[in-house]
C-alpha cells in the first residue's frame, strides 16, 4: 500500500520533512519546484508510515484504499511524476532537525507586517529558532489573510491550514496586533525602535486591469472584490453585485475564476454549511444567473488552471461543465506541446479532462460552466451598466502568445468579472517595484533599508499557492538571521510593553490575541447551531460587541 496526495494540495512542503524514506517530490530545492501544481508521492519508494498524512494541514493525503471516488485519478498522476522524474534519493537532504539561536545573541525581536500565509510560515520559522519574540500586524481585525478571505468557502480542508498557525501561535513568544494600519497608527521607523527587524509580508491586494473600453460600467468588477464580498471581508462587505441576469462572464481562467465560477452556479443549501458571509448567502439564493462563461486568451494547453480544480468540477452536482469540440482543435504548436515525451502528467491529464467535458451531455435543467480559449475582451458595452462584452479571437504564436486575429464576437452578459491577476501595491517608507509590483529586495532583504525585509507575494510577485509561501518564507528568514548573527541588526531601545502601550493609545480598537480569541469562539460558536464551521462577524461594531 501507498500514500497518493491528492487535489486539496497546498504545496506547504510539511509532509517532506516528516518523510521518513524521502519519498516526496519536488521539494523547493528542486528546480521543478516552482512550476509544479502539486506534489507527488512515489508508489514505489512509500513504506505506508502515514507520517506524510498526519503532517499535512489541508487533509490532502490518503492511502491508496481510502481514496475518494473523485479523486481516483491521483492514484496514477502521483505515479506518472515519478516516471517523468525518476527519484533519486541518498536521504542527504533530509531535515535532521532544525537550528538554533545562540543563547548568548539574547532574544531576537521581529516586527511582521501582515497576518496571511507569508506572514504566518515566517513567524512560524523565527518561532523554530529558539529564543525570539514576534508581533504580527494586519490592518483588519482577522487573522490569516487569504485563508480566511481569499479561499473559496466551499474549500473548507484548504483553510486547515489556519488551524496550524493557531496552535504555532499559542506561545506567548507571539502577539497579535490587529484592525491596526502600519503607516497610520505606527510608523517603521516606531517598528524599528522596537525591534531588530521588521518583515512585510502584505501580499498583493489589487488586482490587475483589462485596460478596454467599458471597463468601469456598472456591472464589470475585479474577481478580487467578488472574492472578498463572499468571503466577507470588511472592506469589501458592503458591495453589490447584479445577479439578476442569467449570464456572468469571467475573464481570465486561473483557479480564481474558477472559484467564482463554482460559487455561482452551486447549490446554496451547498454553501450554507460553510462560512461564507451571510449577505453573500442571501444574494445567491436570490441569483438569477444559470450560465458562467470562462474566457481564456490563450488554448487549453496554455489555461491558467491547475489540473485538480479543473478536474474537481466535473463532480460538483447538478452544474454540467461545457466545452465544444471546437474548442479542442489545437494548433501545431500546442499539439507539439502534448506530443513531447517531456510532458509533465498533469498537463496531459488536464487535456484529457477538457475533451471528457467536451464529450459529455449537457442536462437539462443544469446551470453551466462554459469554457471558451482563445478569446481575449475588446470591449465591453452597455448605457447604464453591462450589457456585452465584444471580443477577438485569438491565435497562438510558436512562442505560445496569444495573437489578435480578424475574427471578432460578443456575449451578452450583465455581469463581467476580471480575473486576471493580483498586483501588489506601495507600501510607505519602503523601496517599490512599479513594473513587478513588488518591494524591491534581494533574497528577502528590502533594498536601502538595514533591518527590513519582505516575504511572500509582496515579495516575489502573486505567483503560488499557499504553501509555496513556507520556502519563500525560509529564504526571507535565513538572510535576516544571517545579518542578526553578524551582528547588524541595531539592538530595540523600546520594550515589548512599552509598544503595545503606545499602540493601545493610538488605537483603542486594536484586536490583540485575547480579544482575537473570543471572536473567534464566537463565531464557531455562532456557526455550530447551523451546521457550519463558523459565522463571520463583518463590522467593528460586531466585533466591539463579541469582545466586551
Same mark, same amino acid.
Given at each position: 500500500?501507498?500514500?497518493?496526495?491528492?487535489?486539496?494540495?497546498?504545496?506547504?512542503?510539511?509532509?517532506?520533512?516528516? %518523510?521518513?524514506?524521502?519519498?516526496?517530490?519536488?521539494?523547493?530545492?528542486?528546480?521543478?519546484?516552482?512550476?509544479? =501544481?502539486?506534489?507527488?508521492?512515489?508508489?514505489?519508494?512509500?513504506?505506508?508510515?502515514?507520517?506524510?498524512?498526519?503532517? %499535512?494541514?489541508?487533509? !490532502?493525503?490518503?492511502?491508496?484504499?481510502?481514496?475518494?471516488?473523485?479523486?481516483?485519478?491521483?492514484?496514477?498522476?502521483?505515479?506518472?511524476?515519478?516516471?517523468?522524474?525518476?527519484?533519486?534519493?541518498?536521504?542527504?537532504?533530509?531535515?535532521?532537525?532544525?537550528?538554533?539561536?545562540?543563547?548568548?545573541?539574547?532574544?531576537?525581536?521581529?516586527?511582521?507586517?501582515?497576518?496571511?500565509?507569508? &506572514?504566518?510560515?515566517?513567524?512560524?520559522?523565527?518561532?523554530?529558532?529558539?529564543?525570539?519574540?514576534?508581533?504580527?500586524?494586519?490592518?483588519?481585525?482577522?487573522?490569516?489573510?487569504?485563508?480566511?478571505?481569499? #479561499?473559496?468557502?466551499?474549500?473548507?480542508?484548504?483553510?486547515?491550514?489556519?488551524?496550524?498557525?493557531?496552535?504555532?501561535?499559542?506561545?506567548?513568544?507571539?502577539?497579535?496586533?490587529?484592525?491596526?494600519?502600519?503607516?497610520?497608527?505606527?510608523?517603521?521607523?516606531? $517598528?524599528?525602535?522596537?525591534?531588530?527587524?521588521?518583515?512585510?509580508?502584505?501580499?498583493?491586494?489589487?488586482?490587475?486591469?483589462?485596460?478596454?473600453?467599458?471597463?468601469?460600467?456598472?456591472?464589470?468588477?475585479?474577481?478580487?472584490?467578488?472574492? &472578498?464580498?463572499?468571503?466577507?471581508?470588511?472592506?469589501? !462587505? &458592503?458591495?453589490?453585485?447584479? $445577479?439578476?441576469?442569467?449570464?456572468?462572464?469571467?475573464?481570465?481562467?486561473?483557479?480564481?475564476?474558477?472559484?467564482?465560477?463554482?460559487?455561482? +452556479?452551486?447549490?446554496?443549501?451547498?454553501?450554507?454549511?460553510?462560512?461564507?458571509?451571510?449577505?453573500?448567502?442571501?444574494?445567491?439564493?436570490?441569483?438569477?444567473?444559470?450560465? #458562467?462563461?470562462?474566457?481564456?486568451?490563450?488554448?487549453? #494547453?496554455?489555461? &491558467?488552471?491547475?489540473?485538480?480544480?479543473?478536474?474537481?468540477?466535473?463532480? $460538483?452536482?447538478?452544474?454540467?461543465?461545457?466545452?465544444?469540440?471546437?474548442?479542442?482543435? $489545437?494548433?501545431?504548436?500546442? *499539439?507539439?506541446?502534448?506530443?513531447?515525451?517531456?510532458?509533465?502528467?498533469?498537463?496531459?491529464?488536464?487535456?484529457?479532462?477538457? /475533451?471528457?467535458?467536451?464529450?459529455?451531455?449537457? +442536462?437539462?435543467?443544469?446551470?453551466?460552466?462554459?469554457?471558451?480559449?482563445?478569446?481575449?475582451?475588446?470591449?465591453?458595452?452597455?448605457?447604464?451598466?453591462?450589457?456585452?462584452?465584444?471580443?477577438?479571437?485569438?491565435?497562438?504564436?510558436?512562442?505560445?502568445?496569444?495573437?489578435?486575429?480578424?475574427?471578432?464576437?460578443?456575449? =451578452?452578459?450583465?455581469?463581467?468579472? @476580471?480575473?486576471?491577476?493580483? /498586483?501588489?501595491?506601495?507600501?510607505?517608507?519602503?523601496?517599490?517595484?512599479?513594473?513587478?509590483?513588488?518591494?524591491?529586495?534581494?533574497?528577502?532583504?528590502?533594498?536601502?533599508?538595514?533591518?527590513?525585509?519582505?516575504?511572500?507575494?509582496?515579495?516575489?510577485?502573486?505567483?503560488?499557492?499557499?504553501?509555496?509561501? @513556507?520556502?519563500?518564507?525560509?529564504?526571507?528568514?535565513?538572510?535576516?538571521?544571517?545579518?542578526?548573527?553578524?551582528?547588524?541588526?541595531?539592538?530595540?531601545?523600546?520594550?515589548?510593553?512599552?509598544?503595545?502601550?503606545?499602540?493601545?493609545?493610538? *488605537?483603542?480598537?486594536?484586536?490583540?490575541? +485575547?480579544?482575537?480569541?473570543?471572536?473567534?469562539?464566537?463565531?464557531?460558536?455562532?456557526?455550530?447551531?447551523?451546521?457550519?464551521?463558523?459565522?463571520?462577524?463583518?463590522?467593528?461594531?460586531?466585533? @466591539?460587541?463579541? #469582545?466586551?
Amino acid at each position: 500500500m501507498t500514500f497518493v496526495i491528492t487535489q486539496r494540495c497546498c504545496s506547504d512542503t510539511s509532509c517532506i520533512s516528516e %518523510c521518513p524514506v524521502d519519498c516526496i517530490r519536488p521539494r523547493p530545492e528542486d528546480p521543478e519546484f516552482q512550476t509544479a =501544481e502539486m506534489l507527488f508521492i512515489d508508489p514505489d519508494t512509500c513504506i505506508d508510515c502515514g507520517a506524510c498524512a498526519d503532517a %499535512c494541514p489541508v487533509d !490532502a493525503i490518503y492511502s491508496e484504499f481510502d481514496v475518494p471516488e473523485e479523486m481516483g485519478r491521483y492514484v496514477g498522476l502521483n505515479a506518472a511524476y515519478f516516471e517523468r522524474h525518476p527519484l533519486d534519493s541518498s536521504m542527504d537532504g533530509m531535515a535532521l532537525g532544525r537550528r538554533r539561536l545562540p543563547e548568548s545573541l539574547g532574544t531576537l525581536r521581529v516586527a511582521i507586517v501582515g497576518a496571511g500565509p507569508a &506572514a504566518c510560515y515566517a513567524a512560524e520559522e523565527l518561532l523554530s529558532l529558539g529564543k525570539v519574540e514576534v508581533e504580527i500586524f494586519d490592518k483588519v481585525s482577522a487573522p490569516w489573510g487569504l485563508v480566511r478571505t481569499g #479561499v473559496a468557502p466551499d474549500h473548507q480542508e484548504t483553510k486547515g491550514v489556519a488551524n496550524m498557525f493557531a496552535t504555532a501561535f499559542r506561545s506567548e513568544a507571539v502577539n497579535f496586533h490587529l484592525n491596526v494600519e502600519v503607516g497610520k497608527h505606527v510608523s517603521l521607523a516606531e $517598528l524599528l525602535e522596537h525591534h531588530h527587524a521588521v518583515i512585510y509580508a502584505v501580499g498583493a491586494a489589487s488586482d490587475r486591469r483589462l485596460g478596454i473600453p467599458g471597463e468601469e460600467l456598472p456591472g464589470s468588477h475585479s474577481a478580487t472584490e467578488f472574492v &472578498a464580498w463572499y468571503n466577507g471581508h470588511p472592506d469589501h !462587505a &458592503a458591495g453589490e453585485f447584479d $445577479l439578476s441576469g442569467e449570464r456572468a462572464v469571467i475573464v481570465g481562467n486561473g483557479n480564481v475564476a474558477l472559484d467564482v465560477a463554482r460559487i455561482l +452556479t452551486v447549490d446554496p443549501d451547498q454553501l450554507a454549511r460553510t462560512d461564507i458571509a451571510d449577505h453573500a448567502l442571501t444574494a445567491l439564493r436570490e441569483s438569477n444567473i444559470r450560465e #458562467v462563461v470562462v474566457l481564456g486568451r490563450r488554448g487549453p #494547453v496554455q489555461a &491558467a488552471y491547475s489540473t485538480s480544480e479543473f478536474l474537481a468540477l466535473g463532480y $460538483l452536482d447538478g452544474v454540467d461543465v461545457v466545452i465544444d469540440e471546437s474548442e479542442m482543435v $489545437l494548433d501545431e504548436t500546442s *499539439q507539439a506541446v502534448l506530443d513531447d515525451p517531456e510532458v509533465e502528467p498533469s498537463l496531459t491529464l488536464k487535456m484529457e479532462i477538457a /475533451r471528457e467535458y467536451a464529450d459529455r451531455p449537457v +442536462t437539462d435543467g443544469n446551470r453551466r460552466i462554459v469554457f471558451r480559449y482563445l478569446v481575449a475582451p475588446t470591449e465591453l458595452h452597455g448605457t447604464d451598466r453591462v450589457s456585452s462584452l465584444e471580443y477577438v479571437r485569438n491565435t497562438i504564436d510558436e512562442n505560445l502568445n496569444a495573437v489578435a486575429t480578424d475574427e471578432t464576437g460578443s456575449i =451578452e452578459t450583465s455581469l463581467v468579472l @476580471r480575473s486576471v491577476g493580483y /498586483r501588489g501595491a506601495p507600501v510607505a517608507d519602503v523601496p517599490f517595484d512599479e513594473a513587478r509590483a513588488v518591494i524591491r529586495n534581494d533574497r528577502g532583504r528590502v533594498e536601502g533599508l538595514s533591518g527590513v525585509y519582505t516575504t511572500g507575494w509582496i515579495k516575489r510577485g502573486p505567483r503560488g499557492v499557499i504553501g509555496t509561501n @513556507r520556502a519563500d518564507s525560509a529564504e526571507t528568514i535565513a538572510m535576516l538571521i544571517e545579518d542578526f548573527e553578524a551582528g547588524q541588526l541595531t539592538a530595540p531601545a523600546g520594550s515589548r510593553s512599552e509598544l503595545s502601550a503606545l499602540i493601545a493609545e493610538r *488605537q483603542p480598537e486594536l484586536v490583540d490575541k +485575547t480579544r482575537w480569541g473570543v471572536i473567534d469562539a464566537a463565531e464557531k460558536a455562532a456557526g455550530t447551531p447551523l451546521g457550519r464551521p463558523r459565522v463571520k462577524f463583518l463590522s467593528i461594531e460586531e466585533l @466591539r460587541a463579541t #469582545v466586551k
